[in-house]
């Protein structure tokens, strides 16, 4: 079984994904932020290195579904590769930080990817406001992540809203992380891993 963890930047997808492993003994598949060689460059300069950013996670994530779905065992995975098209790339050109030829090869990439690859039996989406957000992207005290701007995080919390609202299957859940401190309160956690269970024990 493959279970995917959206969300934006600072959201907990790495957290979340972290004690649901632990919790069900799933196996962790999480994006690797540390060692991206574009990061970095990207926040300082985004028109320059948006096309090279989203083409490195894109390579990425197909990797990981690949592996994934060649386990025999279920993998959580921080972040799919929906996110990297209908989310970040489309926001990136539509505030004019990627070239329109850049942003059409990309998205030519991306859908013969998705062609290729079965989406995740079961879709968690941390939902979070810019205030959250922002917090807990201070708290975790990343340097190449002190300049995103706020209307870059704005912009992304609309597109993550559109593109889950319009996500086809059935075999999603929406979590609110306003609200659940799943990593510091034990009893968020277990409302989440109740809403899990129903959910698993409902589809499979």
């Keep these: 079984m493959h279970i995917a963890v959206a969300g934006n930047i600072g959201s907990g997808k790495t957290t979340l994904t972290g004690l649901l492993a632990k919790h069900y003994g799933w196996e962790p598949k999480y994006e690797d932020a540390n060692n991206n060689p574009y990061l970095s460059d990207f926040y300082e300069d985004m028109p320059r290195w948006s096309f090279n950013l989203q083409i490195y996670f ?4 197909l990797s990981g579904i690949v592996e994934i779905k060649k386990a025999k065992h ?3 995975q921080d972040r799919t590769i929906y996110e990297d098209a209908y989310i970040f790339a489309a926001n990136l050109h539509a505030m004019g930080l990627m070239t329109t030829r850049d942003y059409a090869n990309y998205k030519d990439l991306f859908d013969l990817m998705v062609s290729l690859v079965p989406p995740p039996d079961l879709l968690i989406y941390l939902r979070a406001s810019v205030p959250t957000l922002v917090n807990q992207i201070q708290k975790r005290g990343r340097e190449y992540e002190s300049s995103i701007r706020l209307d870059y ?3 992304l919390n609309e597109r993550y809203e559109q593109w889950y609202d ?3 299957s059935d075999n999603k859940i929406a979590l609110s ?3 659940l401190n799943f990593e510091e309160r034990p009893e968020d956690l277990s409302v ?5 269970d129903a959910q698993i024990h409902g589809l499979f």
Aim: no cysteine; glycine share 10%.
């Design 153 to 155: 995080l704005q912009g």
């Design 192 to 196: 989440i891993i109740d809403r899990l």
């Design 74 to 76: 279920t993998v959580i």
């Design 166 to 168: 319009g996500y086809s």
């Design 177 to 179: 992380v306003d609200t």
């Design 58 to 61: 894109l390579n990425k994530r």
